[in-house]
């Protein structure tokens, strides 16, 4: 969420995923202690994006509002945009990311924009500190190993409960907008990651219909994903991919 003001001195507006105005400075709110110990904003220093604000253009797949100076208008993304972080959100929800012992595991993720990144953050809800190895890595959404981070001893994948980082063994590239799918394996099911809570997804747990089975704790360079199953609530591990 990001805020600015309208030229109005002392006027604030808020808004979701929309650009302040270029030519309005940035004017601090008067804060006012709360009834029940905690801040107010005065009434009169908010203002929120009314429809007035929005242009009637409809906007096309892969574009945001900007502002054009006196409405918000739909703007395409300059050609070659990549993420470099990218993390999926909900409340943290323990044993949703769940292993089991040479099989593979799926969890369907929609990107908004193509992703690079070399590592990947997860926190375990419960640990296997020991030389069980498991591997996590993301599949595309034919089945195709995009990248992961290879057969990965318990003490160094799931020491704890304590977020966990670790490099891809090579680049994590996802080179378009869409589905990909979390993949989990190891040879124990002793650790877990911890999820995102309920959600609608397409694949939550599911198995692959060819390339299940594994060996070394480590993920096959391609499977067949199941035809979807969509259900709510769902579950997916809770990630961060980034640099």
């Not at 929309?18 to 905690?38: E, Y």
């Not at 296997?128 to 995009?146: K, M």
């Not at 309920?198 to 692959?208: F, G, V």
Request: charged share 10%.
């Amino acid at each position: 969420m990001s805020a600015g003001s309208t030229s109005a001195a002392n006027e604030q507006v808020a808004w979701i995923g929309f650009k302040p105005q270029p030519t309005d400075p940035i004017t601090a709110p008067v804060i006012n202690a709360g009834s029940a110990g905690g801040l107010q904003v005065a009434g009169s220093q908010i203002r929120t994006t009314t429809l007035a604000d929005v242009s009637s253009t409809a906007p096309t797949a892969g574009q945001v509002p900007e502002w054009n100076g006196s409405v918000y208008v739909p703007t395409t993304l300059p050609t070659g945009t990549t993420l470099s972080e990218w993390s999926d959100d909900g409340v943290r929800t323990a044993g949703q990311g769940t292993v089991v012992a040479n099989a593979t595991r799926l969890w369907s993720i929609e990107i908004p924009l193509p992703v690079s990144a070399a590592k990947i953050t997860y926190t375990p809800s419960t640990a296997d500190n020991t030389s069980d190895l498991y591997d996590i890595g993301v599949y595309s959404s034919t089945g195709t190993l995009l990248c992961h981070t290879g057969a990965t001893a318990g003490t160094s994948f799931a020491p704890s409960v304590n977020a966990v980082t670790l490099s891809f063994t090579s680049a994590c590239s996802l080179p378009a907008p869409g589905r990909y799918l979390i993949a989990l394996t190891g040879n124990a099911a002793t650790a877990i990651l911890n999820g995102t809570g309920s959600r609608c997804i397409a694949q939550s747990n599911t198995t692959p219909s060819s390339g299940n089975t594994t060996s070394g704790g480590a993920l096959n360079t391609s499977i067949t994903p199941p035809a979807d199953n969509w259900a709510c609530p769902n579950g997916v591990p809770q990630i961060a991919l980034h640099n």
